[in-house]
């Protein structure tokens, strides 16, 4: 039986949400508010009047590229990013739907599900790969097979962390409701209850990571979903988790300002990694992160941007694995190249 924690967290925790990972969009005048004032009149090249874009984001690796782009003015000082946070896919979706937001940071089922339903999302990048583990204190637990029995909590319902917890489950023998008992619950919930010792089983994703190692000695990583992805599939390739997109029709209206953000976040997310201290400031700042905890598990989060048409490997190996395993989980068939921003 999968069930659903209520989030009885309180907030500041919730700024500590992972995965995978969105945003979404049009662009506005800054003196404007609402929809109906964002409509364009043909294609805007650049931003020759104030104007602000509201992005969408969980508090999780897509999002710091974001935060220096913020501080540096990296789309020109007549542009203004806006942050809207979500925590669960349904408040992503809604951005998406509400004519307000221009960029999303997209769990990659996400992305797939809305397009196969014939929204007009357009995936740019993949920006985190990897990034999910499964924890335990536990330590009889060898392999999936030894889940069976307990109750495993796993973040984000239908996210890739889900997906691919429950594929790898079906590759051991175990059905999800029926060998073992699936809890869904925020990815804060789920480290605080790692931390405490409430929870013994559950599917993580940095940095909530590295803050319930910290936290609680006896927890350690038993499967990095990583090396499973590679053993699985016989490959060496990278397991793409989250990216980030947008919708046809802000590409059509905002064309240079659609490249522009690509090459700015491209160049953030190296100045990020190569930056982790002050990456921590800045989501301290605007988050209200750890900076020490950001920091310390900025190298292990994953955080490489790759195009979307430079990942189409990657990202068709991933979906097809998905399709092969649960159809409706990327929105039942693989998704054709028109889900690919055609810029690099």
């Known amino acids: 039986m999968k069930k659903t924690l209520s989030r009885t967290i309180p907030i500041l925790i919730m700024f500590f ?3 995978t990972l969105a945003a979404c969009g049009t662009a506005q005048p800054a003196q404007s508010a609402g929809p109906k004032n964002q409509e364009t009149q043909g294609t805007q090249e650049t931003a020759s009047e104030p104007m602000t874009i ?4 969980p508090t999780a690796p897509p999002a710091l590229p974001v935060l220096h782009m913020m501080e540096t003015k990296a789309l020109g000082e007549n542009v203004n990013i806006e942050l809207s946070i979500w925590d669960e896919p349904e408040t992503l979706i809604a951005m998406v739907q509400d004519g307000e937001h221009a960029l999303f940071a997209f769990p990659l089922t996400v992305v797939s599900k809305l397009y196969n339903k014939g929204l007009d999302v357009r995936l740019m990048n993949v920006n985190t790969w990897g ?13 999936w097979q030894d889940l069976k029995g307990k109750t495993v909590y796993v973040p984000l319902q239908s ?17 999800a409701g029926k060998d073992l008992e699936i809890i869904y619950a925020s990815t804060p919930e789920i480290a605080t209850l790692l931390a405490s010792g409430k929870a013994a089983y559950a599917t993580l994703i940095e940095p909530q990571v590295t803050r319930a190692l910290l936290a609680n000695p006896q927890l350690r990583i038993a499967f990095s979903f990583e090396e499973e992805w590679q053993r699985v599939n016989a490959t060496d390739t990278k397991i793409p988790n989250a990216g980030f997109g947008t919708t046809q029709k802000f590409i059509d209206a905002y064309p240079e300002l659609t490249a522009q953000f690509q090459e700015a976040y491209a160049q953030s997310t190296q100045w990020a990694n190569e930056n982790p201290e002050q990456m921590g400031e800045l989501a301290e700042k605007y988050l209200g992160l750890k900076k020490e905890l950001v ?11 790759q195009s979307a048409q430079d990942s189409k490997t990657e990202l068709k190996m ?3 694995l998905l399709w ?9 068939k693989v998704a054709d190249d028109g889900l690919y921003y055609g810029g690099k």
Do not use: C, R
Not at 54 to 57: A, D, I, M
């Open 295 to 305: 920091a310390k598990a900025l190298p292990s989060m994953g955080l490489t941007f």
């Open 318 to 320: 991933f979906y097809e």
């Open 54 to 57: 509201k992005v969408g984001v």
């Open 17 to 19: 949400l992972m995965l």
């Open 324 to 332: 092969n395993f649960e159809p409706s989980m990327i929105g039942g």
């Open 131 to 143: 990034v999910t583990y499964f924890l335990t204190s536990d330590p009889d637990i060898k392999e």
């Open 159 to 175: 996210s890739p962390p889900d997906a691919l917890t429950q594929y790898f489950l079906h590759e051991a023998g175990l059905e």
